[in-house]
């Protein structure tokens, strides 16, 4: 929950003091569009479109959210990149485009450091390392899948939603950690991975934790590790990668909200007032939590902090990788 003592804590004292006053700003001119770079009704919009209601008539007159698909993400990074920098148009994007495929991309449009001003990240999420019926029963821990990886090297597969992901490095890893022969086999996004698991198609695989947990829940799949630096709230009976001996996979995700590099100050800090005040709103929190998602609030600086961070630890794990995307 986010509130008056956590806010004093970030922000010190009087800036805190000075933003929950609230500063009479008038509502931009015309509509404003929150971009994603995925198809409609998928995690973001669990998160978007709640914070796209209560910003309208505030915020601007009309608040919209519009899918730019393709390019894994690239595409919405680079609409948002060449908007006017008047606020109007926000990016929502996952954590990797903007922080690990610099690194394994040769050429791209766009530079996080320098083309958008961050505003705040809205949500965390996890990972798990999911086993479908394809592996046998009593396969139920990371160990035990090393071992039975080695036994089968030829179907030793794990499937990802998109190939140069962060899940994909988070396999790579994996096979390097354990020395194991283990394949990726690239899908066109969660739901047809997902898809398959449930037919048993392919043994493994790494996904976001809310997409996975109604079927871990059910016995349809089974999680034999979440990826993130400590248990899930969500899934706790499971343990981490870490506690399982893969002290690399450590890893959690976050939505972030972007604008235009030029954005005035006022404007950036005023929306990340807006996505503040949203994300502590009632019923908020219980809606991400049904997606295993949780809500997270920075200031524009700390989220500026954190993108570099971020952005400096997938340069040497993707370096460490030779990895290169191809499309």
Not at 74 to 103: C, W
Not at 127 to 150: G, K
Not at 283 to 310: C, H, I, W
Request: aromatic letters at 8%; proline letters at 7%; hydrophobic letters at 45%.
């Amino acid at each position: 929950m986010i509130d008056r003592r956590h806010l004093m804590t970030t922000l010190g004292a009087s800036a805190a003091s000075a933003l929950l006053g609230g500063p009479a700003w008038s509502q931009l001119a015309g509509n404003a569009f929150i971009i994603s770079g995925f198809p409609a009704g998928g995690m973001g919009d669990l998160v978007s479109r709640p914070l796209a209601e209560r910003m309208r008539g505030t915020y601007a007159s009309n608040v919209l959210v519009e899918s730019k698909v393709g390019a894994g993400g690239r595409i919405a990074a680079e609409f948002v990149k060449r908007a006017k920098p008047d606020g109007s148009t926000i990016l929502q994007i996952p954590a990797s485009i903007m922080t690990l495929y610099p690194h394994i991309y040769k050429t791209l449009a766009y530079d996080p450091l320098v083309d958008f001003t961050a505003v705040t990240t809205t949500a965390t999420y996890v990972y798990s390392f999911t086993a479908s019926a394809a592996l046998p029963a009593e396969v139920r821990t990371v160990p035990e899948f090393v071992q039975w990886a080695r036994a089968n090297p030829a179907k030793s597969a794990y499937g990802i939603p998109a190939a140069g992901s962060s899940l994909h490095f988070a396999g790579m890893m994996l096979q390097r950690a354990a020395n194991i022969e283990f394949t990726a086999v690239p899908y066109r996004g969660g739901a047809p991975l997902l898809t398959d698991m449930l037919a048993g198609v392919i043994p493994v695989s790494f996904n976001v934790l809310g997409e996975v947990l109604p079927h871990v829940r059910s016995g349809k799949l089974r999680s034999l590790a979440v990826c993130g630096p400590e248990r899930s709230k969500f899934l706790p009976e499971v343990p981490t990668m870490v506690e399982q001996g893969i002290s690399t996979i450590a890893l959690t995700e976050w939505l972030g909200w972007f604008l235009p590099a030029g954005t005035p100050a006022d404007i950036v800090q005023r929306l990340n007032i807006l996505v503040r005040d949203g994300l502590a709103a009632p019923g908020m929190v219980e809606g991400l939590a049904n997606s295993a998602l949780e809500p997270r609030y920075l200031t524009p600086q700390q989220f500026a902090a954190l993108l570099k961070q971020d952005y400096d630890r997938w340069a040497g794990v993707a370096k460490e990788s030779g990895f290169v995307a191809t499309d």
